[in-house]
């Protein structure tokens, strides 16, 4: 088990650092600031969002048979948050960076961009990689984390040097796709392993409704003519957004209001049940 463990914090550390050692050596030091403040941004925002930490408990005391039931229902409520997080983010990325950052750090902006897809990744991935700590299989999410490390390394060599061809700014786009790509591949190896070795199946199948609702959300407040800027402006675009993928939501009924109940009941009622047991 320890050696699986550090094993994996070794190659997390690679995973997650090697984007911004790779733009320090081939592009100045300020593009490493701009690449490594949008990063953050996104890693800020994906560890808020991520509820890997109240489902961990629940998936190292069930037993095998509600292990596919937990975990879908935890995908379930990630993908109705971080999905509408990505577009709105997107939406917002230019008042994020000048309001936060100032008007300095706009080349963040479209590595920013790329990066909050990154949001549904992270959601989904620490709660599959939690899945198998709980159960004492670190070394799957380990062996998952290695190989996407070197993708990455890859990747972004490649993509890095050909992209400061064109424009030295271009690095950070290449370093962009290259993680978010390489992350995206841990993910699915991840999905392919939970099947394997634990047999339970994901259901993708919950994904569109929260996507289609995103989408609309998304191409909505384009065409709105929300005219007012700074803090004020982003609070009523916010507000806006989730007022939208809420309706659309209820519309294509992507979530009932028994089906909020029931998730809510399933974790409480295992919370619950779990505090007698050790009363």
């Given at each position: 088990y320890i050696t699986y463990f550090s094993l994996g914090s070794l190659s997390i550390v690679i995973f997650n650092y090697i984007d911004l050692f790779?733009?320090?050596?081939?592009?100045?030091?300020?593009?490493?600031?701009?690449?490594?403040?949008?990063?953050?941004?996104?890693?800020?925002?994906?560890?808020?969002?991520?509820?890997?930490?109240?489902?961990?408990?629940?998936?190292?005391?069930?037993?095998?048979?509600?292990?596919?039931?937990?975990?879908?229902?935890?995908?379930?409520?990630?993908?109705?948050?971080?999905?509408?997080?990505?577009?709105?983010?997107?939406?917002?990325?230019?008042?994020?960076?000048?309001?936060f950052l100032g008007y300095d750090y706009l080349p963040t902006v479209i590595p920013l961009t790329i990066l909050s897809f990154l949001l549904l990744e992270i959601g989904i991935s620490s709660l599959l990689s939690s899945l198998f700590y709980a159960r004492?299989?670190?070394?799957?999410?380990?062996?998952?984390?290695?190989?996407?490390?070197?993708?990455?390394?890859?990747?972004?060599?490649?993509?890095?040097?050909?992209?400061?061809?064109?424009?030295?700014?271009?690095?950070?786009?290449?370093?962009?796709?290259?993680?978010?790509?390489?992350?995206?591949?841990?993910?699915?190896?991840?999905?392919?392993?939970?099947?394997?070795?634990l047999n339970v199946q994901l259901h993708i199948n919950k994904f569109y409704k929260p996507l289609i609702a995103s989408l609309i959300m998304f191409a909505t407040l384009y065409l709105l003519p929300i005219k007012v800027e700074g803090y004020l402006g982003a609070i009523i675009t916010v507000i806006t957004g989730g007022m939208i993928y809420s309706v659309v939501m209820f519309i294509t009924k992507g979530i009932t209001l028994s089906e909020a109940n029931q998730i809510k009941e399933s974790i409480m009622g295992f919370i619950s049940k779990n505090e007698k047991g050790t009363q």
């Amino acid at each position: 088990y320890i050696t699986y463990f550090s094993l994996g914090s070794l190659s997390i550390v690679i995973f997650n650092y090697i984007d911004l050692f790779l733009i320090g050596y081939f592009l100045p030091s300020e593009f490493v600031g701009y690449y490594a403040t949008a990063l953050s941004i996104i890693t800020g925002i994906g560890t808020m969002l991520s509820i890997q930490f109240i489902f961990f408990p629940i998936f190292a005391e069930i037993n095998k048979n509600q292990l596919e039931k937990f975990l879908n229902l935890a995908i379930r409520v990630t993908n109705l948050v971080n999905i509408p997080a990505i577009f709105g983010l997107v939406v917002l990325r230019n008042q994020v960076v000048i309001l936060f950052l100032g008007y300095d750090y706009l080349p963040t902006v479209i590595p920013l961009t790329i990066l909050s897809f990154l949001l549904l990744e992270i959601g989904i991935s620490s709660l599959l990689s939690s899945l198998f700590y709980a159960r004492d299989l670190p070394k799957y999410p380990a062996r998952t984390i290695a190989i996407s490390s070197a993708i990455s390394i890859v990747l972004n060599i490649t993509l890095i040097t050909l992209l400061i061809k064109i424009k030295p700014a271009y690095g950070l786009i290449g370093a962009a796709i290259a993680t978010t790509t390489s992350k995206y591949i841990n993910l699915i190896l991840l999905a392919i392993y939970t099947k394997r070795y634990l047999n339970v199946q994901l259901h993708i199948n919950k994904f569109y409704k929260p996507l289609i609702a995103s989408l609309i959300m998304f191409a909505t407040l384009y065409l709105l003519p929300i005219k007012v800027e700074g803090y004020l402006g982003a609070i009523i675009t916010v507000i806006t957004g989730g007022m939208i993928y809420s309706v659309v939501m209820f519309i294509t009924k992507g979530i009932t209001l028994s089906e909020a109940n029931q998730i809510k009941e399933s974790i409480m009622g295992f919370i619950s049940k779990n505090e007698k047991g050790t009363q």
